[in-house]
């Protein structure tokens, strides 16, 4: 038999799993599929519509509808689409917009309801310290079936498989009986099938392949071929699977994803982008630091490129290698990243002092347990976790969505401060439509979050500077400080500092920010303009002579000099001056 590797799709985990409602377990989502069904194809199975997810999770479960929307809208963020339909949709939000309501566009969409009932089940795999399952039973130390090849151990929130991996197999069973039409519970049902439309909702979660050279292929896919059948229990009359042979052909396949971080670092091809490292001919400044990417492992649809441990660095690339990719950050401190290329994701966990300056994210940016880190990229969505003082300058056609750890106590110090997108480059025009991502000026969602607490009883979204609290629940918890606004008078545009020495052939060059700036902030830029204007305009009328006004120069280089020190930008110019 073909050796058979089956593993977690990461997008899905590493982006999609974010915060565990106490209602979404067996026996809520069981009547949330069979409620879908009693509605059919009006908007409930086998695709399900926001409006009725709406009501479901709101009228029935009693979830805020933040909350609701996090899950529906992130879900239907995370499947694939290409661009003509994220350019539709964004037609269909502005046109909402214009008729006054701004949410209408929402009805229209709708996503697969089996794949959606899972997604929501998933979920619990974020309780990071779960003691016990939906059952109520206790959470296995070891369990006896899960055989996983090449186990990292890891305590990564975010890029952990080990941790979703045992949860996948440890309540594969329960995910299976969920969407399947046999109830396990009933006596008479002593061998219970899965329906192959059951596998394909499933292979929305799973992939893998035959073999080391064979390219990459949904389970479905795998599960029907002829070498498979003997092992997977496929019933030629019915066309399904016995479950219990299932789960254990299943269960042996799997293995850890062969492009998540630990297999890029242990296996991929090293790049030398780091500035200072290619000044340096290539000695690293740091021996733990690595930047790698996986071409070797024969997974070009899952890129994966690694930013591990790079301290006190620039890195300033734009290449086909970043092509929409899946960028990782992961411990790295001090340095400046200028990725300015179009990326599928982006994932930062663990980094501190940082500034990332991205070209446009198709799909996700997920920053957890960073401190001191400022993210500048237009984006489909952006989810931060554990997290302070750190900054965003985005463009997003969907709210931030800002999840606290604060065990219903209020955060005293802003985990957030949003902020308008303020920077550009030549190619990000081109970039933008290349990945389908349009936002306007009155769909643009950079100031209007979603927080949510991890205890999943408080939510809220608000477009303003004042972040109140959530009166649902009666009990008055307040997450003002949880995300503010950046005040005008911090607001300035960025220059990236240097140029594309090799500009791709684009549809334009883009020499402006894409996206007006709101007001405020519009006016708080031209009004630094005019003051270094005024300040120009008085050393000309000054009656300085000559040997004055050099020492006055002197004495102003040198007071920059050392601001640029103390700020720590002092090697960042350095190594850009030098950039080859």
């Not at 151990?153 to 594969?172: A, R, W």
């Not at 966990?349 to 400022?374: A, H, M, Q, W, Y």
């Not at 237009?378 to 606290?404: F, K």
Request: hydrophobic share 35%.
């Amino acid at each position: 038999m073909a050796s058979v590797q089956l593993w977690l799709k990461p997008e899905i985990f590493f982006h999609g799993v974010v915060c565990a409602h106490q209602k979404l377990n067996f026996s809520y989502l069981k009547k949330v599929l069979a409620y879908a069904k009693t509605k059919g194809s009006d908007g409930g199975y086998p695709y399900l519509n926001w409006t009725i997810w709406k009501h479901m999770a709101v009228n029935k479960m009693l979830l805020s509808e933040d909350l609701a929307w996090t899950y529906f809208n992130l879900f239907y963020t995370l499947t694939e689409k290409d661009r003509s339909h994220w350019l539709q949709l964004s037609e269909n939000q502005q046109k909402s917009y214009e008729e006054g309501n701004a949410k209408s566009y929402r009805d229209n969409m709708k996503i697969n309801t089996l794949q959606f009932v899972m997604f929501l089940y998933i979920q619990q795999a974020n309780k990071i310290t779960l003691r016990k399952s939906m059952l109520g039973e206790d959470w296995p130390g070891t369990n006896p079936r899960l055989n996983i090849k090449a186990k990292v151990e890891s305590n990564s929130k975010l890029s952990n498989d080990s941790k979703y991996l045992e949860f996948v197999v440890t309540h594969l069973s329960q995910l299976l009986e969920i969407i399947s039409e046999s109830n396990s519970q009933n006596d008479e049902d002593k061998h219970p099938l899965i329906s192959m439309e059951a596998i394909r909702a499933l292979s929305c979660f799973v992939v893998g392949r035959m073999n080391e050279l064979e390219s990459v292929q949904k389970l479905y896919e795998i599960a029907k071929k002829e070498t498979c059948r003997s092992k997977n229990g496929f019933d030629k009359t019915s066309k399904s699977f016995a479950k219990a042979h299932f789960i254990s052909w299943l269960t042996d396949c799997l293995v850890h994803n062969p492009c998540d971080l630990q297999a890029c670092l242990a296996n991929g091809n090293k790049l030398k982008w780091s500035l200072s490292e290619a000044k340096k001919n290539g000695s690293s400044s740091s021996k733990k630091s690595k930047i790698c990417y996986n071409p070797n492992l024969g997974l070009s649809s899952h890129k994966t490129v690694v930013f591990f441990q790079v301290n006190d660095e620039t890195v300033a690339q734009h290449s086909n290698i970043l092509w929409k990719s899946h960028a990782m950050f992961q411990k790295c401190q001090k340095s400046f990243f200028y990725l300015l290329s179009p990326l599928k994701f982006v994932s930062i966990e663990k980094c501190t002092d940082c500034t990332l300056v991205f070209g446009p994210v198709s799909t996700s940016i997920k920053v957890v347990d960073c401190r001191n880190v400022v993210i500048i990229a237009p984006c489909r969505s952006c989810v931060v976790y554990g997290c302070s003082e750190v900054t965003l300058h985005i463009s997003t056609p969907n709210q931030p969505i800002i999840i606290q750890d604060t065990g219903g106590q209020p955060s005293h110090v802003p985990s957030v401060t949003l902020a308008p997108y303020n920077t550009f480059y030549s190619n990000l025009g081109t970039h933008l439509v290349e990945v389908g991502l349009s936002v306007s000026p009155e769909t643009n969602q950079w100031n209007n979050p979603a927080i949510i607490d991890t205890d999943s009883k408080h939510s809220r979204s608000s477009n303003g500077k004042t972040m109140k609290p959530h009166r649902g629940d009666g009990d008055g918890v307040d997450f003002k400080n949880a995300c503010i606004l950046m005040s005008p008078e911090d607001f300035y545009l960025f220059t990236i500092p240097f140029k594309n020495s090799n500009p791709s052939k684009g549809l334009f060059e883009t020499s402006e920010i894409p996206w007006k700036l709101p007001l405020e902030y519009n006016d708080a830029v031209k009004n630094k303009k005019q003051a270094i204007e005024k300040w120009k305009q008085a050393f000309r009328d000054s009656k300085l002579t000559r040997e004055q006004r050099t020492v006055f120069q002197e004495m102003i280089e040198k007071r920059f000099d050392q601001w640029v020190s103390d700020t720590g930008n002092k090697k960042q110019l350095s190594v850009l001056g030098s950039k080859p």
